[in-house]
């Protein structure tokens, strides 16, 4: 079986290890979000495709869910003790490496697809990750800052200031220029199943589906899509998607997220026991929806999780 998988970072990095367990035989494609890089010191970072890199891998930091595990932290601290910031993105010594090989690639000409194959070569994820585009997309947030209105680097947003003003708006720059990467298309139309995990609906899946042709892809592939709620009672399971998801108008619950992709897009929708209430909102927006546990605490419960989902899609196909 075929399965394409948009993902974002921790929430989708979580998933894919479920799905991984549930569907050992399945060639899975994961198309990562790329809205969340960012340029420091010289260096490109992606966070979105390392979380799934190093998740997949082994070399992920269990607990935080970004960057590596046994890190230690002396380049940062040199860094600092150069006055050269930012000290709020807390690269480790080992991240830098990943950062420094990408970018000596992408210097020498390579597109950030083939550096993302190159560093899978490595991790051995397991799944074929995409970036969504090889050309360079930067999510932005409009915040008042000090009576001020600017946009800042999402980044920021998130870690800096930890999503503590509201978002006035999400901007994905760059993504209306943007071409999928290689191979995205192709594998869309591949699939036998397109599957949205629990990421963030408007920062992670959002920025995808804003390359231009991904969203007519899926929509247009003629096989089931299946999406799983990041949002459980009313509220991210992790993170502060609520805090973005105002920024585009929609509410903080699992049926909201369901109608924001739409039923041109989705077929299926999981959501929460806990949501169980919002089933027959999802039905009635034209997409078939079920309540299953969703809480991924561990490899086996996300396995559950990832089966339902795949059990959703054949239910739609038939
Ligand atoms: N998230 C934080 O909350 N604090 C950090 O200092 C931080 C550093 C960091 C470094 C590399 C990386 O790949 C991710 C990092 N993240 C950090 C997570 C990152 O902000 C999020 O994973 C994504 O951008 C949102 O999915």
Redesign the pocket.
């Known amino acids: 079986m075929r399965i394409v998988v948009l993902a ?3 929430g989708g990095a979580r998933f894919l290890r479920g799905l991984k367990a549930a569907a050992p035989d399945a060639d899975i494609t994961v198309i990562g979000n790329t809205g ?1 890089d960012i340029h420091l010191f010289g260096l490109k ?1 992606c ?2 495709l ?2 799934v890199m190093y998740t997949l891998g082994g070399g992920i930091n269990e607990e935080q ?3 590596r595990s046994d890190e230690t932290f002396q380049v940062k601290a040199e860094l600092a003790a150069y006055g050269v910031g930012p000290e ?4 480790g010594d080992r ?1 830098f490496a990943t950062h420094i090989v990408r970018t000596q690639m992408l210097s020498a000409g390579y597109p950030l697809s083939a550096v993302t194959e190159a560093l899978c070569e490595r991790w051995q994820p397991g799944v074929r990750l995409l970036p969504m585009s090889d050309d360079r997309v930067e999510t932005h947030v409009a915040v008042e800052l000090d009576g001020e209105r600017k946009a800042i680097h ?2 920021e947003y ?2 800096r200031l930890r999503a503590c003003v509201d978002a006035l708006a999400v901007v994905p720059v760059g993504a209306e220029q943007a071409k999928p990467a290689p191979g995205v298309l192709e594998a869309i139309a591949a699939a036998d199943v397109v599957l949205f995990p629990p990421s ?1 609906p408007v920062v ?1 899946v959002g920025t995808i589906l804003a390359v231009p042709g991904i969203r007519e892809a899926i929509a247009e592939a003629g096989v089931p899509v299946v999406g799983l709620s990041p949002i459980v009672g009313d509220a991210p399971v992790r ?1 502060m998607a609520d805090k973005v998801l105002a920024a585009v108008g929609v509410e903080s619950g699992a049926a909201a997220v369901a109608e924001h992709y739409g039923s041109g897009l989705l077929d299926g929708w999981l959501v929460d026991t806990v949501d169980a209430d919002s089933v027959a909102r999802v039905e009635a927006a034209g997409i078939r929806s079920r309540a299953v546990p969703l809480m991924m605490t561990d490899t086996d419960a996300t396995a559950a999780m990832a089966r339902e989902a795949l059990a959703l899609a054949e239910e739609v196909r038939a």
Request: aromatic letters at 20%.
């Open positions: 974002g970072g921790i969340d970072v966070p979105d390392d979380t869910g970004w960057g709020w993105f807390g690269l991240d999402f980044q998130w870690v963030n992670s993170g």
